[in-house]
């Protein structure tokens, strides 16, 4: 998976057509960095301020931040000048003022946030912690499709949980691309690996209205994690970066 290495860029990277950027920031760097919450908006500061959990609240603030940072690198703005509006089934997107073709899509649980970049595609990111769980088979006996379920039993106890996570992620990653909501039931699409979770597998929306053709596959990350990233297309070209909230501050 050499895609997947997660270095801190010397430089930020330039965004040809095709690419797609998974940028990805950890908690543990962001503690005692108390800089992060005067870099995101007021409105996402409300947004922090709801959350009851401290590191909820100081994971989100991370998540915004690199959003506005990651995003106003790409655009040449401050994230202050980011200007973010909310699709029909809300799915945030860059204003319509910035007049730029850049999608993303973000996701944080635990001390992980992902980020999602690509030029004009659909793109959805997920990251879940793997947290145990007892009743795997009734959450995908509502949520998943009958061979997902099928594998799901299949599958070795020491392994369920690393298979639920797996197809959880592929199958959120996969709606958030489609921007849908849940309009698009869980359980109505396969995201079974076609070879291995981490080579791209193709998927159709089954959404009669999009139909739009994709891929999704699994991304390495920490161990007690899984994540996925689903694109519309095929052709595109993944790559990896860790944004760290210290070497930006420093820049
Ligand atoms: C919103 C949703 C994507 C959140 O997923 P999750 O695994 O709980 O949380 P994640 O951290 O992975 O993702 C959260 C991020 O997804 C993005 N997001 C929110 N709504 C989204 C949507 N409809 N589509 C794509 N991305 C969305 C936001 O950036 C959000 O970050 P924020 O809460 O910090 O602003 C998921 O709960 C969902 O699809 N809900 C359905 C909503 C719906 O059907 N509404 C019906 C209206 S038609």
């Known amino acids: 998976m050499k895609d997947c290495l997660w270095d801190v860029p010397a430089h930020f990277p330039q965004m040809t057509g095709d690419d797609i950027h998974l940028w990805r920031a ?9 800089s992060l919450i005067t870099r995101i908006s007021a409105d996402e500061r409300c947004r922090a301020d709801r959350l009851q959990k401290p590191g909820d609240r100081a994971l989100f603030v991370l998540a915004h931040t690199m959003l506005r940072e990651v995003l106003g690198c790409y655009l040449g703005l401050t994230p202050s000048e980011i200007m973010l509006e909310t699709g029909a089934c ?4 860059l204003a319509w003022q910035h007049g730029s073709s850049l999608q993303f899509s973000l996701s944080h649980s635990g001390r992980l946030a992902l980020l999602g970049i ?3 595609r659909e793109i959805g990111v997920d990251v879940e912690a793997a947290v145990p769980h007892d009743d795997l088979a009734n959450v995908a006996a509502h949520f998943f499709s009958p061979g997902e379920r099928t594998a799901l039993a299949r599958v070795g106890d020491t392994d369920r949980s ?8 592929r199958k959120e990653a996969c709606v958030k691309a489609w921007g849908k909501g849940l309009q698009i039931p869980l359980h109505g699409f396969s995201v079974l690996p076609s070879t291995d979770a981490w080579t791209e597998s193709p998927i159709l929306c089954p959404d009669v209205d999009t ?3 994709g891929y999704c596959r699994s991304v390495p990350v920490p161990e007690g994690y899984a994540a996925a990233v689903a694109v519309a297309g095929s052709g595109s070209r993944l790559s990896c970066r860790h944004w760290s909230a210290v070497s930006l501050r420093q820049r």
């Open 26 to 34: 950890h908690l543990d760097e962001a503690y005692g960095n108390e």
């Open 118 to 120: 690509s030029q004009r």
């Open 162 to 169: 690393d298979l639920f996570y797996m197809l959880w992620t």
């Open 90 to 93: 809300g799915k945030p997107r």
């Open 211 to 213: 139909q739009t053709l």
